[in-house]
Nanobody, 124 residues
Framework: QVQLVESGGGLVQAGGSLRLSCAAS????????MGWFRQAPGKEREFVAA????????YDADSVKGRFTISRDNAKNTVYLQMNSLKPEDTAVYSC?????????????????WGQGTQVTVSS
């Protein structure tokens, strides 16, 4: 079955960096969009960034533009989220997801598979 396993979360000071990884297995992901979402306590799940498995095109949320970069390594079946200049408001559980939705899916209900998530905490 499909598995998405996130890693790389942790505690970091404001202004610091973290790189999250999402190891994907269980099927071929050609034709999929791989996305990162986050959810802070008491808030709705929020789109962060996504990348096309096939051609590497990326898109992201305005809140992370210029600070976060999504990428994928097809040979390793892994998607990355490089997070720089972290702010306390970036604190959340970050989850990886896979979508067969055409175009630029940004809503959680457009994604078919989800990982368990990894906690990112940014201290001020």
């Amino acid at each position: 079955q499909v598995q998405l396993v996130e890693s790389g979360g942790g505690l970091v000071q404001a202004g610091g960096s973290l790189r999250l990884s999402c190891a994907a297995s269980g099927r071929a992901f050609s034709g999929y969009i791989m996305g990162w979402f986050r959810q802070a306590p008491g808030k709705e799940r929020e789109f962060v960034a996504a990348v096309s498995w096939d051609d590497g095109r990326t898109y992201d949320a305005d809140s992370v533009k210029g600070r976060f970069t999504i990428s994928r390594d097809n040979a390793k079946n892994t998607v990355y989220l490089q997070m720089n200049s972290l702010k306390p408001e970036d604190t959340a559980v970050y989850s990886c997801a896979a979508s067969r939705f055409a175009g630029y899916p940004r809503r959680p209900n457009q994604y078919d598979y989800w990982g368990q998530g990894t906690q990112v905490t940014v201290s001020s």
